[in-house]
């Protein structure tokens, strides 16, 4: 079997892990609240409401998916190096930043619903939102740092890789990313489809890219 489509399997799958992961995180799992994915990481009410075990899940999803979407880009920078080393140099340390940053963030994420849930109650309000907010403050910049790498870095790449002809695929997969996901995804969710975070989506999409590129290899 093609190598190719057997990396772009697996960053399929991953993908879908992670965008599944954003769910418990931006969802109380109560059939009419909605989910909000912009407020990921803010305290919710709800976080006292739901088993911890929800966030448990949340942060496995994440540890689990994340290493096969990076094998993923490593393996399109692979690809796009044996027509533009420049830019496949890019988007691998585009990957490895993310890479870095990528579990860092969601890890905090789910450490501060953790332990908003074990001091609520416990501490006056503002003692508590102040400890949460303490766990946070490491991750506001590897946060920041993840966001633009994974959302808008990755996509810009691998647009450029594609609109140039650096994969053989059709021009109009340059819409397979991250950014496009979340266009979509907005209006999906007002109409109460939860199908998950717009970063795992649009690395599913980038998997797919990659198995239309290698099946021409």
Known sequence: MNRYLVVGMIG???????????????WSGRK?????ARSL????????????TRFDKAFWLSCIG???TYLTMWTLAALIGSRNPALALALKIN??????????????????????????????????A????????????PSLVCAVSLLFFATAIMASAILRG???VPKWM???????????????????????????IGFSLFAIVLMCAGAAV
């Open 130 to 141: 102040a400890a949460v907010d303490s766990v946070g403050k490491y991750a506001r910049i």
């Open 66 to 68: 994340q290493p096969g």
């Open 174 to 200: 340059a819409l397979f990313n991250p950014v496009a996901a979340a266009a979509i995804l907005v209006p999906l969710r007002k109409c109460g489809v939860k199908l998950g975070g717009a970063m795992g």
């Open 166 to 168: 650096d994969l053989d």
């Open 32 to 36: 009419g609240d909605p989910v909000d």
């Open 12 to 26: 399929l799958l991953s993908g879908i892990l992670c965008a599944r992961a954003d769910v418990p995180l931006a």
């Open 95 to 128: 990957t490895f930043i993310g890479a870095y940053t990528g579990l860092f963030f969601h890890g905090s994420v789910c450490a501060k619903a953790v332990v908003h849930r074990r001091l609520a109650g416990k501490l006056p309000e503002e003692d508590a």
């Open 41 to 52: 990481g803010k305290p919710a009410a709800w976080w006292t409401e739901v088993p911890e």
